[in-house]
């Protein structure tokens, strides 16, 4: 059984990105809530060629039945995560069980939440995770296409108070020089 906590906002999608050393060499936001596997083997979601990561590892569980997701470490695996209440968790083999972290088989499963965040170290690879809301990539498209009312009627009123401008500059240019002449 897999300790397992809500991702409370089921629209966060998952940003992963694969670094050595300060080269990144993959960067996704994983749209489709699925288990995320990592390893030597072209079928996983991530392909990573280094002799610290095993053929095929899943490194985030995916339960679709309570929407949540574990991340799930091998013994060697080192790293850092932020997990419930904002509580930072120094993953290590010294690693007990506990809110939220449960050891089975050697193996660390540690519950992730929707704020969730960190970065695994494996030999000389960095995976940094996070949730985030996805981009609206409509947004644009509806502000450059939306009737703009407040700058079609600003467009409107400029020109007017211009030409008001202009007939009373006319009226105290002309009135003073009438009255001289």
């Known amino acids: 059984m897999v300790c397992a906590m809500a991702v409370q906002d089921s629209k966060k999608i998952l940003r992963i990105g694969v670094f050595r050393g300060k080269n990144c ?9 699925s288990t995320v596997s990592i390893g030597q083997d072209e079928n996983n979601t991530f392909c990573i060629l280094s002799s610290a990561v095993p053929k095929k590892w899943n490194l985030f569980l995916y339960d679709s ?14 790293g ?16 007990k069980s506990g809110a939220g972290v449960r ?5 660390i499963h540690i519950a992730l939440t929707n704020a969730s965040r960190g970065r695994i170290v494996i030999g000389k690879i960095n995976i940094l995770f996070q949730f985030i809301s996805p981009h609206d990539e409509g947004a644009a498209a509806r502000l450059i296409y939306q009737p703009s009312g407040f700058r079609d009627k600003f467009l409107e009123i400029v020109p007017r108070m211009l030409w008001y401008a202009l007939i009373f500059s006319f ?11």
């Open 80 to 95: 850092r995560v932020v997990g419930k209440d904002k509580q930072s968790i120094v993953i290590d083999d010294q690693l």
């Open 103 to 107: 050891i089975v088989d050697g193996d």
């Open 25 to 33: 060499l993959e960067e996704r936001e994983l749209k489709k809530r």
């Open 171 to 181: 009226f105290a240019h002309v009135i003073p020089l009438v009255a001289i002449g």
């Open 65 to 78: 039945t309570t929407n949540t997701f574990t991340l799930c470490l091998k013994k060697g695996m080192t």
